[in-house]
């Protein structure tokens, strides 16, 4: 079975550029979530989707964060403009309602 | 103020013997407890889990301990194995968030 799939695996790009991470999740898994880990922390989550929905996005900083799962299945995050405080790994899990979450290998950003 | 506390940020252990990890939690709602492994360059990978109404949990190598009253729970490896040297991440399931608070995690290095 594929795991999820995360892409870019490492972006490097200068302060007020936009940038998207993209993520393909686990076939059949209706639960999608987009978490940041900062050097020396544990992730910390961004935002919860169940099938398209958008249910907790309480952590994402709205002003410059956006995302997005149409139809339920990928999902796209994107940064406009980046920030130097954003370089960060960027991970992507998912899972059945209320299940274990399976992690995506992420998306490394270092913003210059 | 920090849900989910890995006080050790790292641990070295001789191949063959026992590794223990400790986590603690401050809030007695969680109710699911997991155990990520982390590789360098890599997204966390599910290593085990307890649900709050076991004192225990084991597979092959790896026994999870919960202790409730003392809201605390420990990762047991015996005997450890150099392949076992990564970044172990203790998670919280919060029922009245659906998501996963993670701690900071503690890398575990097993020497030959």
């Known amino acids: 079975e594929a795991g999820v799939v995360q892409s870019p695996r490492y972006k490097i790009i200068e302060k007020k550029q936009p940038v998207a991470f993209w993520c393909n999740p686990i076939?059949?898994?209706?639960?999608l979530y987009w978490y940041r880990q900062n050097l020396g922390q544990g992730p910390e989550l961004l935002i919860r989707y169940e099938n398209e929905e958008a249910v907790d996005d309480s952590q994402l900083p709205k002003d410059r964060f956006s995302a997005e799962r149409l139809k339920g299945v990928d999902s796209t995050l994107k940064i406009q403009p980046a920030e130097l405080g954003d370089s960060a790994v960027y991970l992507c899990?998912?899972?059945?309602?209320?299940?274990?979450?399976?992690f995506g290998p992420g998306t490394r950003l270092t913003v210059l | 103020d920090q849900q989910v506390k890995q006080n050790s940020p790292s641990l070295s252990v001789q191949e063959g013997r026992i590794s223990i990890l400790n986590c603690d939690y401050t809030?007695?709602?969680?109710?699911?407890f997991l155990w990520y492994k982390k590789y360098p360059a890599e997204g966390p990978t599910f290593l085990i889990s307890i649900s709050s109404i076991k004192d225990k949990n084991e597979d092959g190598r790896f026994t999870v301990f919960l202790n409730k009253s003392a809201k605390h729970l420990s990762l047991h490896i015996v005997p450890s194995q150099p392949g076992d040297s990564a970044v172990y991440f203790c998670a919280a399931s919060d029922p009245s968030q659906g998501n996963l608070i993670f701690g900071k995690g503690t890398k575990l290095s097993v020497k030959p």
């Open positions: 809030n007695s709602m969680f109710d699911y």
């Open positions: 076939s059949g898994h209706n639960t």
């Open positions: 899990a998912s899972s059945l309602i209320l299940d274990t979450q399976y």
